[in-house]
């Protein structure tokens, strides 16, 4: 009787990651609240409405959301595309920066454990990403995916759905209170960032993203 070797075994596949790290951008990974707060005046001065008041509907609002409650009277798509016009002009010319520690924070993230939630366009992401040097993931979760923006889970459980993750398996690093609040409403831990103080309902809050790195990787490694 003959014996044929063993075939050698191929190489391991990957170990799926621990856990999982979703990410807002504005505010949370890139510093852009100046050139919001710049784009939304702008637009808001062609329409004479208060700029103030519009950029306050428009931190906790989708841009079609915002028209509908600040210039309900407006085409909606032409004030869209308008507010893209400007948007647009701002990644190619304006001056932002990532916050202290992402581009470290994410190069160390396994792969595949990690994606974007944003209330922004992904192409808009992706310009700014590429403009500060910070990699983008397989997973960018934007406001043209989902039906519903934040506050509602949608977004979140979006983005653990494209990473093939349990809700019970993410944290949600956000730093505004409508992503507080949709990481919640999605079953996730939710830690903020980049605040005075924490936002109602969050799990843990760190003053910069630079404090809150080691322990946002200990939790993607399963060590936190």
């Known amino acids: 009787m003959t014996h044929e070797a063993a075939a050698p075994a191929g190489p391991a596949a990957p170990a799926a990651p621990a856990r999982y790290v979703l990410f807002d951008v504005d505010g949370t990974l890139v510093d852009a609240v100046a050139n919001q707060r710049r784009v939304w005046a702008t637009w808001a001065a062609r329409h004479e409405l208060d700029p103030d008041a519009v ?65 922004n366009y992904a192409h808009r992401v992706r310009g700014r990403f590429d403009r500060t040097g910070l990699p983008v993931p397989p997973v960018l979760v934007d406001a043209a995916a989902v039906a519903e923006g934040k506050p509602s889970p949608v977004p979140y459980l979006r983005g653990a759905a494209l990473l093939g993750a349990d809700s019970a398996r993410c944290l949600v690093v956000e730093d505004a209170p409508s992503g507080v609040r949709s990481g919640l409403a999605a079953g996730m831990t939710v830690w903020t960032v980049n605040t005075p103080e924490a936002h109602s309902g969050a799990h843990r809050h760190f003053p910069t993203l630079r404090e809150a790195a080691p322990a946002i990787l200990a939790f993607a490694t399963g060590g936190a």
């Open 55 to 119: 950029y306050a509907v428009a931190l906790r609002t989708r841009p079609m959301e915002t028209f509908a409650a600040v210039a309900p009277d407006l085409d909606p798509h032409a004030c869209l595309a308008a507010l893209h016009e400007l948007e647009d002009e701002d990644v190619r010319s304006g001056t932002y920066a990532a916050f202290d520690g992402v581009a470290e924070l994410l190069t160390a993230l396994p792969p595949g454990s990690w994606g974007l939630v944003t209330s």
